[in-house]
């Protein structure tokens, strides 16, 4: 058995700066010798990539660089975690029971990653000020262990010793938000196992007490938070990847939840997004269907009510998807990541709920989620990219309960 260390770091991590620019045709290339590498010098992990992708004002996409992280990466968060004013990223392992903090732009050569170690089966994370001291934290669902692991922020992109929180079964997404109205962030998880999401209510100083628990469809794996009926308090709605559904759960202002409506979407949805895709002003969200390679539009009513907004093909077997003005034109754009297709599928919104295909881009490997971002500062969004390595399990058999 290896010994796990938890990396410790300090001033020297704020001058990491992420790898050099590749050319898009030279992406999947470089990866493939960056595997071959590791394994000649007989690592006991296959590790991961995260895919970096420059956006331009004509809404196409330049690759950028990527990065090595630790086994099958499963999300990526990207915030100012060391408060320098760069973007820096955060990428759940979920074989590699890690977590890979990437630091933004620098003048010097990139320097080794810090890690943090959460627990057996890190799924999802958020990166947001939990105690209110203006350093960011992380918070990580950890399905291995049911356990939302928070690690407070220090000074310089350092956190402290991790505080566990027990939660449902085998949690696979997490979301930040005030639930209950005392302006403290709460989080929330998807727990795939046992159909229920969890509820943990804030105190102000990074630790959590037990909120709810609701029920939720089967199989929950996908999670946002938003308000949808426009009482100015956050709800929740899931994606229930065994029941092809997605759920609305409307807040009571405590912490607790009602059932709002299930919506039938396609098959096997298990990731959603949250934007105005027909510019009235309401919460609209975006569904990624694995199993029907589509995305199912909901257009949402002021009453937090739902209805079918119509669907749109992706590449094969979406499994992310992330919301962005990619061409500047002020109306939200969706960009998918296809797993079985190996790639990218970028979907321009029309402003009336309908989106039209605009663009592929080729990976050369299995994408498992897809974040969008101004990474370098240019105003323009950017796209990253979780990236696992070759050979890696597909979505639905890291998502469905073991019978």
Known sequence: ??????????????????LPALPLEGYASAQAAQQTQAQTAGQEEQNGTVAYFVGTHAGSFVAAGHFVVGDYPYDVVA?????????????????GKSVTLLYGFAATACQPHPTLLPGNGPTALVATDLNKDGHLDLAVADSGDNEVVVFVGYRYGT????????????????????????????????????????????????????????????????????????????????????DGTVSTFFSNGNGTFRLGQTVKVGGQPDAIAAGDFNGDGVTDLAVANFADSSVTILLGSPDGTFKLGGTVATGSNPDGIAVGDFNGDGIPDLVTADYGDQALTVLNGKGNGTFTWSRNIPLGSHPTSVITADINGDGIPDLAVTLPSSGAKAPSELRLPQQ
């Open 79 to 95: 915030a100012d975690l060391n408060g320098d004013g760069l973007v820096d990223m955060a990428v759940a392992n979920a074989d």
């Open 1 to 18: 058995m290896r010994l796990r260390l938890l990396v410790s770091f300090g001033v020297a991590a704020l001058f990491a700066s992420f």
């Open 159 to 242: 956190f402290r010793q991790p505080y566990r929180y027990t939660v449902g079964s085998r949690p696979t997404a997490l979301v930040s938000a005030d639930f209950n109205n005392d302006g403290i962030p709460d989080l929330a998880t998807a727990n795939t196992g046992d159909a229920s999401l969890t509820v943990l209510l804030g105190d102000g100083d990074g630790h959590f007490r037990p909120g709810s628990t609701i029920a939720s469809g089967q199989s929950p794996d996908a999670l946002v938070a938003q308000d949808l009926n426009g009482d100015g308090i956050p709800d929740l709605a899931d994606t229930n990847f065994s």
